[in-house]
């Protein structure tokens, strides 16, 4: 499918390809398609063979590395942690869709991590540091400053959040079951 002048299309939708068409702004080249990075609408220059995107939304943000971004665990396992990314810390801007980010064992904190279970867990609030993007919606994510981890721990026997109670170990005010956790100093609760 080509997108045409004027049409409105949502991130990641396919717009042209790199043989016929230069990919330009807010737009990437996914291994010779040209997609969108956002909502918006196409606008091609056929004289320079330039396609192009006019987002719906005023400079939306897109990330990048380096970026401290906010989370929601979705996923542990093994050697990954799986994160939902919502938005960019301290950024009124909202992310046009949401990336999915990875934290590797190897980066979930400064010292050995024997299992990843200990440090998060579904449901807990995180904030990360953008390590690497990839593609329109996946990101490498580091959990390995003091600022960084999780902010608020969802407890896995009754998914109430929980209270801090030492260094790595937080409390259900709920079921009152205890877990670890690898605690930001911005910890909320
Ligand atoms: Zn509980």
Not at 41 to 58: C, G, H, L, R
Not at 103 to 121: M, W
Request: net charge positive.
């Amino acid at each position: 499918m080509k997108a045409k002048n004027g049409d409105f299309v949502l991130p990641g939708d396919p717009l042209g390809v790199t043989e016929e068409f230069l990919p330009s702004e807010w737009t990437y080249d996914d291994h010779g398609e040209i997609r969108s990075l956002v909502a918006g609408t196409v606008t091609i220059d056929q004289k320079n063979k330039k396609i192009a995107i006019i987002p719906k939304t005023k400079s939306p943000a897109i990330l990048k590395k380096g970026d401290v971004v906010l989370g929601q665990i979705r996923e542990v396992r093994g050697q990954r942690a799986l994160v939902d990314v919502d938005g960019i810390k301290d950024s009124k801007r909202s992310l046009p869709i949401t990336f999915l980010g990875a934290i590797h064992i190897s980066q979930a904190r400064k010292g050995y991590v024997d299992k990843l279970t200990d440090d998060f867990h579904i449901g807990d609030i995180i904030q990360a540091r953008v390590t690497k993007v990839m593609g329109v919606d996946n990101a490498d994510l580091t959990t390995a400053e003091s600022e960084l981890g999780v902010l608020k721990a969802m407890c896995t026997n009754c998914r109430h959040f929980m209270k801090q109670i030492g260094k790595k170990e937080v409390k259900c005010p709920n079921c009152g079951r205890k877990e670890t956790r690898n605690i930001s100093s911005n910890y909320e609760g």
